[in-house]
């Protein structure tokens, strides 16, 4: 008769999974222990006797063998390797009764909820970084013009202050969904058990507060059977990172010589081992890939639980893990990198200021300087212009626009420059989310960033007050 585990099942799956509960579970699943013993105590589910027993056999684990334990076969996994531990410390029947009213159906979601959510909070504290260098620069550049591009043509004036606000809009929305996959992930099925919960009279609100949970994960089969706590904040790194990427990409953009709106500092550039002129912004193309990567490992997460059973699976448990959290570490590393660069490039304001004084970028404003002042259609406007442009079309100058022009309307030379120039264009375009009304913008941003800290700072104290707490009972049980 064979005998669990076939080495094959112990090499290509098991093994593994002991190995990333170690990396990831372990620290969880022992403050999980100390959580559910107390509350067998409070509850009388347990006599006292055995809850000292247990908490004292817990106190007494060598945490750094636990950590370096190999797997060897004798246990299917870390959680019933500790068990062993426990039970030769403390006594198979004092440390059998710590299992009581649980199952390892509800620990194991407990236990990805709980490392979830500590890296949601950090990819949270990354981006609120990113969004904060964007505002210090989008003040700084209010003014800088700079042509904005649809379809990768040259299209208005704008400033780098309103593009860079633009982005940093776009990361506050991040926050927001990073914001809410934390909710949806703080929340304990402990008490679920296998499937169904129990019948001994076990507390869930009070477990959950011992290990930092804000509310139930409450229909026990839900909380058993539903992914959407891994799935929601995939899809909002998946959606950072898309945001990140596109942003980056116009960086690089910019890092071309011909373009020249972007220079990155020495402490950001790498050299060719044979072109002794490159100056190669590596740094962005790193961040591109480690965004591209995060979002193939959201898709990833997506890939694995669709189209599995509503239940207990593995599927979403064990093997997606290190999916979930390669994920998360790959977004945060862009976000950083990607602030880092920010800090210390070179915006190349005067070649921006160039370009947005070129190419008939300001002509929409001759079109609406006609609408006011000579009360045509913006359409019979619109074809005015046009055939201006393409009269001029490969010698474009202020004065050569001027004199065009004017054989067809009534504007005043001044009144033509004027509308010709950039700085004018972004200045009269003070309505909402227009170049020219950005202190406001800066406002908010920043009062908004004030209430991302503090969102943080609550939450970080949560989970750190939690532990101080349980360490405080558990030591109180021992009395």
């Not at 500790?82 to 009213?101: F, N, Q, V, Y």
């Not at 990819?123 to 210090?136: F, G, H, N, P, T």
């Not at 992930?185 to 869930?204: E, K, M, Q, Y």
């Not at 893990?321 to 915006?347: H, S």
Request: aromatic share 8%; net charge negative; charged share 25%.
């Amino acid at each position: 008769m064979s005998q669990f585990p076939a080495p094959v099942y112990a090499e290509t799956v098991l093994s593994h999974n002991f190995r990333d509960a170690q990396r990831f579970f372990l620290e969880a699943l022992l403050e999980l222990h100390y959580a559910h013993t107390l509350m067998l105590a409070r509850q009388g589910i347990i006599p006292g006797e055995s809850a000292r027993a247990c908490i004292e056999a817990l106190n007494a684990l060598d945490r750094e063998e636990l950590r370096k334990a190999q797997y060897d076969g004798r246990f299917e996994d870390l959680f019933f390797y500790i068990e062993s531990k426990l039970e030769a410390l403390a006594g198979p029947d004092h440390a059998g009764r710590m299992h009581t009213a649980r199952s390892r159906n509800d620990i194991c979601i407990a236990l990805y909820r709980m490392k979830a959510r500590a890296e949601t909070l950090e990819i949270v504290r990354d981006v609120s970084a990113l969004r904060q260098v964007l505002l210090k620069l989008g003040r700084k550049h209010e003014a800088d013009l700079m042509p904005a591009y649809t379809h990768t043509q040259p299209a208005q004036p704008t400033t780098l202050g309103h593009y860079l606000m633009a982005y940093a809009e776009a990361v506050g929305r991040d926050e927001t969904r990073l914001q809410a996959a934390f909710a949806t992930i703080n929340r304990s099925p402990l008490g679920a058990c296998a499937i169904t919960t129990t019948a001994f009279p076990i507390d869930r609100h009070y477990i959950a507060e011992l290990l930092g949970f804000e509310d139930l994960q409450l229909n026990s089969f839900g909380a058993i059977a539903a992914t959407d706590y891994l799935t929601e904040l995939a899809g909002a790194v998946a959606t950072t990172m898309a945001n990140l990427g596109k942003f980056t990409q116009d960086l690089l953009l910019w890092c071309i010589p011909t373009l020249g709106f972007l220079r990155l500092t020495d402490a950001w550039v790498q050299i060719s081992s044979i072109m002794p002129q490159k100056r190669n912004p590596v740094p962005l193309e790193h961040t591109r890939i480690l965004a591209s990567r995060a979002l193939a490992e959201a898709q990833g997460v997506f890939t694995c639980v669709h189209n599995t059973p509503f239940g207990d699976i593995n599927d979403s448990e064990d093997d997606i893990q290190p999916i979930v959290f390669t994920m998360t570490a790959n977004a945060q590393r862009a976000l950083k990198l990607l602030a880092g660069v920010l800090r210390d490039c070179e915006f190349q304001t005067e070649r921006m200021a160039e370009l947005a004084a070129a190419d008939f970028l300001t002509v929409t404003e001759l079109a609406d300087t006609l609408v006011r002042e000579e009360n045509l259609s913006f359409r019979d406007a619109h074809h005015l212009v046009s055939k201006a442009v393409k009269a001029l079309e490969g010698k474009y100058s202020v004065e050569a626009m001027v004199e065009e022009i004017s054989r067809s309307v009534k504007l005043t030379p001044q009144q033509i420059r004027t509308a010709l120039d950039p700085r004018n264009f972004v200045e009269v375009r003070t309505i909402p989310g227009g170049p020219g009304a950005l202190q406001c913008v800066f406002a908010d941003t920043e009062a908004q960033e004030a209430e991302v800290q503090a969102w943080l700072n609550s939450k970080e104290a949560l989970l750190g007050n939690y532990r101080e707490t349980l360490r405080k009972l558990s030591l109180a049980a021992l009395q």
